[in-house]
C-alpha cells in the first residue's frame, strides 16, 4: 500500500520549535517532489513549502520564511519540516504530498499525486 504518514505535530507554546517528518511506505520519495501544506481552522489548505526531488528547488510562502526549513533525506525515506519561532497563527492540520513531475515544485495540489492524512500542530500563547 502507498502511503505517505506525517508525524511530530504537538502542542507547543509561541517561540518554540517542532520537526515534522513526512515518511513513504510502499514506494520511494526519489523521484517526487514533496510539498508541505496546512489547513487552520476555517480556513482552505494552502501551500507553506516545497522541495524538488534533487532538493535544488526550494519554495516557502512568505509567512514562513527564515523560520521553517524543509530537508529532504532519500536514504531515509523522509522529508522533515523544521519549524521554529512558532506563532498562534502557525496552527493548523500539516499535510505532506508528493509529486511526480519532481524537476520543481509549487503549491498546485491537484498536481500531487499522493498525500498524507496530516499531523496536527497546535501553538499556544
Known amino acids: 500500500q502507498l502511503q505517505l504518514v506525517e508525524s511530530g505535530g504537538g502542542l507547543v507554546q509561541t517561540g518554540g520549535s517542532l520537526r515534522l517528518s513526512c515518511a513513504a511506505s510502499?514506494?520511494?520519495?526519489?523521484?517526487?517532489?514533496i510539498g508541505w501544506f496546512r489547513q487552520a481552522p476555517g480556513k482552505e489548505r494552502e501551500g507553506v513549502s516545497c522541495?524538488?526531488?534533487?532538493?535544488?528547488?526550494?519554495k516557502y510562502v512568505d509567512s514562513v520564511k527564515g523560520r521553517f526549513t524543509i530537508s529532504r533525506d532519500n536514504a531515509k525515506n523522509t522529508v522533515y519540516l523544521q519549524m521554529n519561532s512558532l506563532k498562534s497563527e502557525d496552527t493548523a492540520i500539516y499535510y505532506c504530498?508528493?509529486?511526480?513531475?519532481?524537476?520543481?515544485?509549487?503549491?498546485?495540489?491537484?498536481?500531487?499525486?499522493?498525500w498524507g492524512q496530516g499531523t496536527r500542530v497546535t501553538v499556544s500563547s
Open positions: 504530498a508528493a509529486d511526480l513531475r519532481g524537476f520543481s515544485c509549487d503549491y498546485a495540489q491537484p498536481q500531487y499525486d499522493y
Open positions: 510502499g514506494f520511494t520519495l526519489t523521484p517526487y517532489a
Open positions: 522541495i524538488s526531488r534533487s532538493g535544488g528547488s526550494i
